[in-house]
């Protein structure tokens, strides 16, 4: 996601914050080099400008240039900016009304709108315990509504039965009857998708929005279609009252333009970001966040989100316990490896830690990736308990049966044991310290 404006965004920024002192030059300049940025990312033009001319009049100021960190304080205020052009107010479903609450899906045909749908009545039920009930509205395309009912099997969410034959006003009528009767906390309603904006499909959607006054009517766009997914959000939004915009495909995105001009441009909030194809890959969208992200700032409380939801309490307890204790044997270093990978590997994890855009960089360029994970998960398991315990027990010829026993080469090994030996004696000085206490003092807490 925004790979790219995030690299562009950090060489401009690195030179800035690099000089002591800043002209007005200068700063206009580096404004140049973010507009230019920001079209490569296919950010409306109209939009790019305002973006441009918004900070750089804040920021050619007196009291920034004067100040201490004049090149901080620029990037403090295109962090602002970016997170304004995002949509700064947060962007919660609103489902407060009594049950059940109606959430209307609308959008172009392989958007990923059924797939969505089902994204975000498993979120409401994991998240916050709702009980959903998901009806199929499409009679256009062959087995779009089987195609939500395996949807549902999926996942474990109920849908309406399909009764052949019955039309979109009838089958949201049948789909409003059945929620309330059986107690559901919110309705989901997949509309037809369309091929392109047609005149019978929106004003089958405008009757079934009529018959239904959902509380949110989400339009799912393509994120790759780029500025094409704005202008189809500004049709619909013409035609019905859009409360938010669901972007998918946002993994497959690196330029981000859709993103970054919807708000500008149709005035709708992004809710929701669709990052893959498995049915927990969306995020809900936060402006800050995602300015934090694109600005290499990372994206730390999404970190913490993303580790709660994969990381087994119990083994990251027992495992703080002991690192409390100065002990991390590599069995220690195994659990944690396996974590890593959950949480969606060293890209992942790279993009979302602050500062860690360069290391990741590093890393790649040194030839590390997601598949020393695995391999060094290999080497350990190819270890015997006893050695796992105690690694001082490898002595060079054990280290030739583990490589050899993982696929891997003695250099291998020895690289591994030597990272565990750094994490060991790590943990060993946080226990002088007076362990996580000692710890919180490094932070100056
Ligand atoms: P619909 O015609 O709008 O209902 O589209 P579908 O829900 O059937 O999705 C079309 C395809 O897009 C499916 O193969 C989905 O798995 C895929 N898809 C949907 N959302 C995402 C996403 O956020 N990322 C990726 N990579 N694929 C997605």
Redesign the pocket.
């Known amino acids: 996601m925004f790979d790219k404006l995030s690299d562009r965004l950090g060489g401009v920024f690195d030179r800035l914050r690099g000089r002591g002192a800043l002209n007005e030059t200068d700063v206009r300049e580096a404004m140049r080099e973010v507009r230019v940025a920001l079209l490569e990312a296919d950010v409306a033009l109209p939009v790019a400008r305002e973006f441009v001319d918004k900070v750089t009049e804040q920021a050619v100021g007196q009291s920034v240039l004067k100040s201490v960190t004049p090149g901080q304080q620029v990037v403090k205020i295109v962090n602002d900016a970016l997170v304004e052009m995002l949509g700064s107010d947060a962007s919660e479903l609103n489902l407060a009304v009594a049950p059940p609450a109606i959430i209307m899906m609308v ?1 172009l ?8 749908t089902a994204k975000i009545a498993k979120l409401l039920k994991e998240k916050e315990r709702k009980k959903v009930l998901m009806a199929s509205l499409d009679v256009n395309r062959p087995a779009a509504q089987e ?1 939500l009912a395996t949807l549902g099997t999926q996942v474990d969410i109920a849908t309406l039965p399909i009764v052949a034959g019955q039309q979109p006003v009838d089958i949201a009528k049948r789909a409003m009857q059945a929620a309330k009767l059986q107690g559901f906390d919110v309705l989901m309603l997949d509309t037809a ?1 369309r091929l392109h904006v047609d005149q019978q499909l929106m004003d089958e959607m405008k009757a079934v929005a009529n018959v239904s006054t959902p509380q949110e009517i989400l339009l ?1 766009v393509d994120s790759l279609t780029g500025q094409d997914a704005v202008n189809v959000a500004q049709n619909f939004s013409e035609q019905v009252d859009l409360t938010g915009v669901v972007l ?5 995105d690196a330029r981000g333009g859709a993103a970054l001009s919807m708000r500008a441009v149709t005035g709708k909030p992004i809710k929701f970001a ?4 498995k049915m927990d ?1 969306i995020e809900a969208f936060h402006p800050e966040r995602v300015a934090g992200r694109i600005l290499g700032m990372g994206d730390v409380v999404g970190l913490v989100e993303r580790a709660a939801q994969v990381v087994d309490q119990e083994e990251s307890e027992k495992l703080a316990a002991k690192m409390a204790k100065g002990q991390f044997d590599l069995n220690d270093l195994r659990a944690q490896l396996r974590q890593m990978t959950k949480m969606g590997g060293l890209g992942a994890l790279a993009g979302m830690m602050p500062g860690m855009k360069k290391a990741k960089a590093a890393m790649q360029a040194g030839g590390m990736d997601d598949k020393i994970l695995v391999r060094m998960d290999a080497i350990i398991g190819s270890m015997t308990p006893k050695e796992r315990e105690k690694p001082a027990l490898l002595n060079a010829k054990r280290k030739i049966r583990v490589a050899n026993g993982s696929g891997t080469t003695v250099q291998d090994v020895n690289r591994l044991l030597k990272m565990h030996q750094e994490m060991e004696s790590a943990m060993k000085r946080i226990k002088k310290m007076g362990g996580l206490k000692g710890l919180a003092a490094l932070f100056g807490k």
């Open positions: 959008g045909q392989g958007s990923g709108k059924t797939t969505t195609q998708g799912v998918t495909r946002m993994d497959g669709g990052v893959g194809e890959a």
